[in-house]
DNA sequence: CGCCCTGTTGGGGA
DNA sequence: ATCCCCAACAGGGC
């Protein structure tokens, strides 16, 4: 479910919360979370010391600590933070203790979750520049820093979205949300969209995460309820996410593809299918690229 | 009931 | 540069 938009909404309602409170203890209990470092070496480096700030870049969520001593978080699809939860979850992974008595824990059923650290600010940034591209809530994210981004770009347009080392933080379904609010096809190759296809893409990311963010609930504690953020940021979507639904603009059926090897779901009307492409012929073919389910 | 497929992610290897 | 597979688990379809 974390994506850059659950990502911030949680760092917005956490925040207030934790920061400059100090960390008294990290317990780990899956050392999978940590690896390749053993948990104690992480909870011995952030143990004791004050939060001094908590920031996010792309989808990780990241604990500034007191003498630059970094913890960044990714929650993956599954993870979720639980502060002072009626019991503790189910499948807890990490449980931190804050000096005023506030239990915080990530919980994360599937554990992909991840928890790194970086010694030092200089670390962080060679941490992030491997991985992050340019974050969509930030001035540099204009329409002619996209257009330059994807020139030359072979890959469909779906692709690129997904590659966070161009865009920081845009996931699977946000990135069909913008292609279909910008009307472009999925398997567009990206260095071939125009000018003005390259604009209406950059508004279409935009607006694609900011329908999420800051959707109902009025704590982190139901970030799982079907009636909580969940529901409400999908109601924002105008894309369906199921197959054979009416598309909301036109009323054709969606259809469902595999691009990037995610699934993928595009109104052909709304985006019209590229032609005289390699990926117009795969899906007429109907290859592996593009695939009913 | 069991088997198979899928999935709001990212990394590593081919 | 790109694609495929995998991590580990839950839930749904058959």
Known sequence: MPELPEVETIRRHLAPRVEGRVLRELEVMDARWCSPLAAHEVASAVEGRRVDALTRRGKYLIW???????????LRMTGT??????EPPRHRRVRAAFDDGQQLYFDDPRRFGTGELALGSDALDEFFAGRLGVEPFSPEFTSAHLYALTRARRAPI?????????IAGVGNIYADEALFRAGIHPLRPAGRLTRSQVAALRD??????EAGLDAKGASIDDFRDPDGVQGSFQDRFLIHLREGEQCLVCGRPVRKLRVAGRGTYVCERCQPRPRG??????????????QAT
């Open 158 to 166: 779906k692709a690129f979205l997904l590659d966070q080392r161009r």
């Open 277 to 290: 492409t390699r990926a117009a012929a795969a899906l007429r073919g109907g290859a592996q690229v593009a």
């Open 64 to 74: 500034e600590l007191h003498d630059d001593v970094h913890l960044m978080m990714h």
């Open 81 to 86: 933070l639980l502060l002072d939860p009626a």
């Open 204 to 209: 279409g990311v935009l607006a694609s995460l």
